[in-house]
């Protein structure tokens, strides 16, 4: 009902604003453009609200990727969506019963849960909660989507050609998946690494100064 009355009200003021007061076409006209303005603009809502529905079932349903409110708090909010994440995995690894691709996801979940772990650190700066936050925005709906197909593969039981060739890639993927979890959890730890390193030389600059070490 909104999506009809809205048209309708652009229509009728794309009729009054533009044609009536801007063009001098003929009485007869104006109905026919009247149309053509409703007819227009119901092909543009049309298609916006299409390329919304798509867009949204792209990802999987139930699992919520949506970007942080303004005022919540990022640190918190990630924690608990990583939580969602964990979630999934295990999820989905009870309903692959490939063993390969299962010891991956079940190391997978262990690295998101020592990610979770190292959120409630401090020394965790807002610039590496931002990069975690936007890692997991990027490539776990892809994940998902991935496991998801494949898991419907192996459960339809599908015995040819394409079927055997989605498996192998999903397979060969999956460590390389986990590497990419492992180089982000090293990363959460990269300032901290930086600070270890820069509090050694000062005190080894301070010990050597002292007359207590040799450098």
């Not at 019963?97 to 991956?104: F, L, P, V, W, Y």
């Not at 690295?111 to 936050?133: E, G, P, V, W, Y």
């Not at 982000?184 to 050694?200: A, H, K, Q, R, S």
Request: aromatic letters at 8%; hydrophobic letters at 45%; a negative charge.
């Amino acid at each position: 009902m909104l999506f009809v009355l809205g048209v309708a009200a652009v229509g009728l003021c794309l009729y009054f604003v533009i044609v009536r007061n801007i063009f001098g076409l003929q009485e007869f006209m104006y109905g026919f453009v009247l149309v053509l303005s409703l007819v227009m603009c119901a092909l543009v809502v049309y298609l916006l609200t299409f390329l919304l529905i798509k867009l949204k079932k792209s990802q999987p349903e139930g699992f919520d990727f949506g970007m942080f409110g303004a005022g919540e708090d990022k640190t918190v909010g990630l924690e608990g969506r990583i939580g969602v994440c964990v979630a999934e995995i295990r999820r989905l690894n009870d309903q692959i019963a490939d063993d390969g691709i299962s010891g991956e996801l079940a190391q997978i979940e262990e690295i998101m849960k020592k990610m979770q772990q190292q959120l409630k650190d401090d020394t965790i700066t807002a610039k590496r909660t931002l990069q975690l936050s936007e890692f997991f925005e990027y490539y776990m709906p892809l994940i998902v989507k991935i496991l998801e197909s494949y898991k419907r593969i192996e459960t339809s039981e599908l015995k040819g050609e394409n079927a055997a060739q989605t498996q192998a890639q999903v397979s060969k993927i999956m460590p390389v998946i986990k590497t990419a979890f492992e180089k982000e959890l090293d990363n959460m730890f990269t300032d901290e690494m930086i600070d270890i390193t820069t509090d050694v030389e000062v005190l080894k600059s301070m010990l050597s100064k002292d007359g207590l070490i040799d450098v």
